[in-house]
């Protein structure tokens, strides 16, 4: 009986069996690396045990130290997640060698779906369709060409022991074979250091898909239906989605039986996934067995409400699958999208840093998304660069997909660079709408999703310089109220009776620079003059109003009301739109303006901040030009200098003191002529 798993993996896949094994009352072991001492997955679970540095082949792949762990800390069952050791004979048969339950298939199984070119020969004896091609141990390069030759071209080379396209060629001609052949097994030997190959007919407008399968120890298996994984980038999968659409009811039931029969083949007993390519004519071909857990999982979760890692644990647990093929259906229409730290602008290169701001669409019936990391977690360069997988569920293909738009439009991260806006334009496409799907879809439609979209500065302006005001204004608050809480006797709240408050701010998004003359009208609410001299763009008594609560700005503008998720890290201020992704800078400002008449000789602040120093005394004559006095406020130091040459006649506050936009600071006379 299983009563306690040791969870061999890490970020949102450790996470997902954590809950899981919470909810049957299974305690749960979680291990970590250095980099993920404070990783949620270490959080949620019962325990946690250190297993080294950071380093994948330091940490999570010493199947070693994780067995010996496992003894030490009294555990039944390891669940490996998927990749790292899910899919490591060895280490599955250690796990057995040690009398711990491996949750996952037989030794057997892994070893049999392990190499590509025996799987094949595997499925052709089971009678699972097989796309043409030769699968044979006789690598001479002139049986592998004469191969091709026979099949026709284009044809595709893969490396028997690969995965994830290494090893993979596209051949379009017999005067291009040799050098493919060649480069195919360099590029094998490197990744998985074997260079067998095979070689296959290539279908030109094929569909991925897949069939999730599972058995048990009692020789039972269903089919819990098809995703369709077409959507891919360099065989990487980016958006899937269940079930297949365009696929009738008498083709589903011919590719789920193939699948079993392909699961029978090797006596199967778990999760597995068998892929199919599938072709214009209805025809399908074994493309390959994954002998694990599928990242795409949820999707046939949220068409079948069944729980997979449950089943998992189930069968693993000697008990008979929970439902017969019968009791099985499926319900409406699922996608999942996969969120990356990439830059799709800089051929998708991951990017690293901190999750300063991670805000996901709510959870509901509708809408899940699983992930293994919280914001202030870093993103680091040891590990998939993937921050989470938003999955949702609706009536039909069409309300799922306006589903999936709408939660991607809600997703906002901040500090790294995502694939967010590349989900969205993908989802959003006519192709993907029409279910144009191929697994070349991203090269056939670059044109319609590679164009970035851009988000017209001039129309958030306004908001960025409100968020800017009210975060400033929001650090004064509080910073009064600890002084006032120390010693309410030396609040200086440098209040001014009949001044109105103004600031003015130069913000500059990418190259635009924008100046904005603020005067708050009333609390909370600004009056705005905007200009630009970058882009000629003049917006007049502008006035908008709003509140600010944590990472989340409440705008009012012309009797509408929005709301926004907003992001500061220091000086940069960041708005998320339903357009996308808005910053601004906020630069130093020409300071020592005037304010109103009554003002005239007096030197104003021009913003909320404190003052730094005061440079000159009651009495000090000055030239034009001259240091008076520094302020530092949002981080940045502001040299407030003379407007004209003149004798200081009042001082009006000291090192120390908040002040705020629009106060006057000191009384400066002017020498009579210089005015």
Known sequence: MIRKILIANRGEIACRVIKTAKLMGISTLAVYSDADANALHVKMADEAVRLGPAPSKDSYLKSDLIIE?????????????????????????????????????????????????????????????????????????EIIRESANRMGY?????????????????????????????????????????????????????????????????????????RDCSIQRRHQKVIEEAPAPNLSHALREQMGEAALKAAFAINYSGAGTVEFLLDTDGSFYFMEMNTRLQVEHPVTEMITGEDLVEWQIRVANNEPLPKSQEQL?????????????????????????????????????????????????????????????????????????????????????????????????????????????TTDF????????????????????AELTLFTLLSHKQAIDIAQQATFNQDPWSLQDNYRSNIVHRENLTLTIGDDVFTVHCEEI???????????????????????????????????????????????????????????????????????????????????APMNGTVVDVVVNEGSLVNKGDLLIIVEAMKMEHAIKAPYAGVIKECFFKKGDLVSGGVPLMDIEAVEGEK
């Not at 921050?387 to 991607?408: F, G, H, Q, Y």
């Not at 991203?442 to 302006?461: C, G, K, M």
């Not at 998720?565 to 357009?579: A, I, N, R, S």
Request: hydrophobic share 40%; proline share 4%; with cysteine.
């Open 69 to 141: 762990i496992s003894k030490k800390m009294d555990v039944d069952a390891i669940h490996p997640g998927y990749g790292f050791l899910s899919e490591n004979a060895e280490f599955a048969r250690a796990c057995a060698q040690n009398n711990i339950i491996f949750i996952g298939p037989t030794i057997e199984a892994i070893e049999a779906m392990g190499s590509k070119s025996a799987a094949k020969q595997i499925m052709e004896e089971a009678g699972v369709p097989l796309v043409p091609g030769y699968h044979g141990d006789d690598q001479d390069p």
């Open 154 to 226: 284009p044809v595709l080379l893969k490396a028997a022991a690969g995965g994830g396209g290494k090893g993979m060629r596209q051949v379009w001609s017999a005067e291009e074979f040799d050098s493919a052949l060649a480069a195919a097994k360099r590029e094998s030997m490197s990744s998985f250091n074997d260079d067998k190959m095979l070689v296959e007919k290539y279908l030109t407008e094929p569909r991925h898909v897949e069939i999730q399968v599972f058995c048990d120890n009692h020789k039972q298996g269903v089919y819990l239906f098809e």
């Open 329 to 437: 259906s499926m319900r409406g229409h699922a996608f999942e999208a996969r969120i990356y730290a990439e830059d799709p602008n800089n051929e998708f290169l991951p990017a690293t840093g901190t999750l300063s701001m991670l805000s996901a669409p709510k959870e509901s019936a509708n809408v899940r998304v699983d992930t293994g990391v919280e914001q202030g977690d870093e993103v680091s360069i040891y590990y998939d660069p993937m921050i989470a997988k938003l999955i949702v569920w609706d009536e039909s293909r069409e309300k799922a997909l306006a589903r999936l738009a709408t939660c991607l439009e809600d997703y906002a991260i901040g500090g790294v660079v995502t694939n967010i806006d590349y989900l969205k334009r993908i989802a959003q496409s006519s192709p993907f709408k029409k279910a144009q799907l």
């Open 442 to 461: 991203i090269e056939r439609h670059e044109a319609v999703i590679s164009t970035q979209s851009t988000v017209p500065t001039s129309q958030f302006i």
């Open 522 to 604: 009333e609390a909370g609410t600004w009056a705005l003059n905007i200009s630009s001299p970058t882009t000629a763009i003049m917006q007049p008594n502008l006035v908008i109003g709003g509140t600010l609560s944590t990472g989340e700005l409440h705008v009012q503008r012309e009797g509408i009301k929005r709301s926004y998720k907003v992001m500061h890290d220091d000086l940069l201020y960041v708005l998320f739109t339903k357009e996308g992704l808005v910053q601004a800078k906020l630069m130093e400002n020409d300071l020592g303006e005037s304010g109103d008449a009554e003002q005239a000789n007096s030197v104003v």
